[in-house]
């Protein structure tokens, strides 16, 4: 019997310590002296694209030329439509260690990532070996060095002041105009829109006739505010009205009283119908382009779907109206210090047993910063390139001179909108990356989707309704369990949760009861 | 020709496009499968209901998409009418429930979006879905007659059938024809959904294999990607609308 116990007892530890191991994760990775070309590898690459052929297609030539100059690395793209997919399956991937190699990402989704250990590889030491680090000497391609990365997006890169991504492209938002209605009812546009413009014009244009026509269109349908990502949009004018949001290290700021007043003042115009999202109406373009909304706010990596000539539709030929589009910058509360979103997929590469192989995958993340994939994809839509070497080519400033002189490349409107942040990098942020970052955003714009739902089925907004909103998003989105701030070093992952500190003095019980029996069994041997 | 889709489909559903055997249509039925609880809209008070308002409905599963963190799309239907519940909070466990037929309680927001009715939900709301006891198949109905007209959207959600519809050079604004007969959303690997553009009379409309309802390993994925411009079909799925119709194919196959 007592044997027995022993070995039970043993077997547990020995759970326990399987158990422990196996939440080590991988070592570190530790860039090899060379890249051994005479073994093969096949890497995996997750990317996304925005339903748009051409960038499907800039992402197959840039594996065909990358695999030219690298035969023995073979690159499998497997494409979303979706970050939110993406995200999801990594962390699902993360638990099997069945990663991709190469994936396209939001930092905010590689602070999660990073909660495992080893998972995401920091690329600071990376970006600086002179041989196949940025600009380095034995790259088989003409990558850009890492002055030439735009400070401002490499900067979003990092992570608690480590790099974990490389910036693939940028966007901000935009804001679509139907200046024809602006104008029909007697405003003028401005270089730059405040919120109080963009919703005083909104409210004139709801007035209808006795049918229920809208004046301004001649029809049923008139949303004169659409907004694609309201993430975006409460984010955006917090950050306008120096209001809080969250901190570097976790701390959530974002229910105070300046969103309530944001909140309020979206009530408003969601009860009289001039403001509305794309979870609750559908696209912003769609309305846009049949006449039925005034200012599309969405991404500039849009803009080929915006205006009354875009190339590319969601509505029947029929349905278009013609008008003239013109785009500004997001709308501001100070127009002299204006302050807009910077976003867009970054790449991250994940760590892998054969340290080999996280060599290959970074040769080709790196190679995505080339100037050929950089215009490229690029010039599929209202993006901007990330270098400063693929900005200075002769080629893209030549496509940004030839705006408007067809509709399809040079389609202006998508060229105006990779302006308006080529024009405005400086006034681009960021929000803080740390785990759980990217809740609080989808958080963000569950505020405003809430109450503009809540508003359009005649619930009460006031300070009642405010303090259960606030309650009921912190409980959805988990925001009363910080978990972890932005440095994520080894020591200063914070205090271990219950669960690990039940396990840790399980074992320590384990341990004592192991060395008692042995030395009841060893004086009673002695005896 | 329903004989032909009641089989195909049978062969093609995977939650909806499965290639389980399926149920054959329940036959007359004995009992009343639109009386509703108490407390339950009737279809006529669900379609009269204004947009943004709250209604519950009873209804059976036609078919859904494909689980995922914590929400699933039904489409749903009773014998007056259909109801696409659109991103449904509900457990994985729960969602392997809605099998085709099963009765369910729903609570939600009567909404549309892109001219499509459907029923929204509160993010995080499990309350919203509640399986009842009770099991009834819904039969595909034709919808020829309304092909072209206005009153195709009387027919929005519902399982129906169209023949004798030709298939189109799958032509985009951007890229003129392609000689292709259909699309992919995403042609490199396939995880997204397929386009294809039918004809009959003077009218065309662009209908898609829902990736999330019916994947590339299905039957129907497959037989679409085999379509050649001008065949002749007859097609089958769930009449979801965007921006104008958009069946969510479920069976296709050479017009009868």
């Known amino acids: 019997m007592r044997r027995k116990i022993a070995a039970a007892l043993l077997c547990l530890c020995l759970t326990a310590l399987c158990g422990c191991h196996g939440s080590r994760g991988m070592s570190a990775f530790a860039i090899p002296e060379e890249f051994d070309e005479t073994k093969t590898y096949e890497l995996t690459f997750w990317a996304k694209n925005d339903t748009n052929k051409r960038q499907t297609a800039v992402y197959e030539k840039a594996i065909a030329d990358f695999e030219e100059l690298y035969p023995n690395i073979k690159v499998n793209m497997r494409l979303y439509t979706d970050y939110g997919r993406i995200y999801n399956d990594v962390i699902t991937n993360i638990s099997t260690g069945t990663t991709p190699d190469i994936c396209i990402t939001y930092p905010d989704h590689i602070a999660t990532y990073m909660t495992g250990t080893n998972v995401v590889v920091p690329l600071d030491e990376l970006f600086a070996d002179e041989k ?36 693939y492209m940028r966007s901000t938002e935009a804001l679509y105009i139907n200046r024809d209605y602006v104008e029909a009812l007697g405003y003028e546009v401005p270089d730059v829109v405040t919120w109080d413009f963009m919703f005083d014009v909104a409210e004139a244009a709801m007035a209808k006739d006795e049918a229920g026509v809208f004046l301004i269109n001649g029809q049923k349908i008139m949303i004169p505010v659409i907004y694609k990502s309201t993430d975006n949009m409460m984010i955006q004018m917090l950050r306008q009205k120096n209001a809080g949001y969250s901190d570097a290290d976790g701390n959530i700021a974002i229910f105070n009283d300046t969103t309530r007043e944001l909140l309020e003042t979206v009530a408003v115009h969601a009860k009289s119908g001039a403001f509305s999202t794309f979870k609750i109406s559908s696209y912003p373009a769609n309305f846009l382009n049949a006449g039925q909304c005034i200012f599309a706010i969405d991404s500039t990596a849009g803009a080929t ?40 997929p970054s790449v991250c590469i994940f760590n892998k047993p054969d340290s080999q192989r996280v060599l290959a995958a970074w040769l080709f993340a790196q190679y995505l910063l080339t100037n050929d994939v950089q215009i490229g994809y690029a010039e599929t839509e209202g993006y901007v390139p990330v270098t400063s070497k693929a900005r200075n080519t002769d080629t893209y400033q030549a496509y940004l001179e030839e705006a408007g002189t067809d509709g399809n490349l040079h389609y202006d409107i998508k060229i105006q909108a990779s302006r308006i942040l080529l024009d405005n990098v400086q006034y681009t942020f960021t929000t803080p990356v740390f785990n759980g970052s990217a809740s609080l ?57 219950a669960a690990s500190k039940a396990l840790l003095a399980g074992l320590c019980g384990v341990w004592v009861l192991i060395l008692g029996y042995l030395a009841w069994d060893y004086r009673r041997r002695s005896s | 020709m329903k004989k032909f889709l009641t089989a195909a489909v049978a062969m093609m559903m995977l939650a909806g496009c499965s290639n389980t055997p399926k149920p054959t249509p329940t036959p007359e039925p004995e009992q009343d499968y639109a009386a509703k609880s108490e407390g339950v809209m009737t279809f006529a008070e669900y379609d009269a209901a204004e947009l943004d308002t709250k209604v519950t409905i009873e209804a059976y599963v036609l078919g859904h998409q494909s689980w995922w963190n914590d929400k699933v799309t039904v489409y749903a239907q009773d014998p007056d009418g259909a109801y696409f519940l659109y991103e449904l909070p509900c457990s994985e466990e729960d969602a392997a429930k809605l099998v085709e037929g099963q009765k369910i309680k729903v609570t939600g927001y009567k909404s549309e979006w892109a001219g499509e009715v459907e029923i929204t939900f509160d993010e995080g709301d499990m309350t919203a879905l509640e399986i009842e006891e009770g099991n009834w198949i819904a039969e595909a109905v034709n919808a020829d007659e309304f092909w072209g007209s206005p009153d195709l959207i009387t027919m929005q959600n519902r399982k129906v059938y169209f023949t004798g519809v030709t298939v189109e050079d799958y032509t985009t604004d951007e890229d003129g024809a392609t000689g292709a007969a259909f699309a992919y959303k995403n042609p490199t690997d396939k995880t997204d959904d397929l386009y294809v553009q039918l004809t009959k009379g003077d009218t065309t409309y662009e209908f898609c294999v829902e990736y999330y309802l019916c994947n590339e390993e299905t039957d129907v994925y497959k037989a679409v990607e085999a379509l050649n411009i001008g065949d002749v079909v007859d097609v089958e799925g769930f009449l979801y609308w965007y921006n104008g119709p958009n069946l969510h194919i479920t069976a296709v196959g050479a017009a009868e």
């Not at chain 1, 969601?314 to 100070?334: K, S």
């Open chain 1, 305 to 344: 779907w915006m205006g009354s000539k875009a190339p590319l539709a969601d509505i029947p030929a029929d349905q278009f109206v013609d008008f003239e589009t013109v785009v500004r910058m997001v709308p501001q509360f100070d127009p002299e210090h204006p302050q807009m979103i910077s976003q867009g």
């Open chain 1, 132 to 167: 196949y680090g940025l600009g380095g000497n034995e790259l088989k391609y003409d990558g850009p060095r890492q002055d030439e990365i735009i400070p401002q997006f490499l900067d979003e890169c990092a992570i608690g002041g480590t790099h974990y991504a490389l910036p």
């Open chain 1, 441 to 497: 955003r989808d958080a963000a714009g569950q505020l405003i989707e809430k109450v503009t739902k809540s508003v359009r089925r005649k619930e009460t907004i006031d300070d009642a309704y405010m303090e259960k909103l606030f309650a009921d998003v912190t409980a959805l989105y988990r925001l009363d369990q910080k978990q972890g701030g932005a440095a994520y070093t080894e020591d200063s992952l914070g205090p271990l949760p």
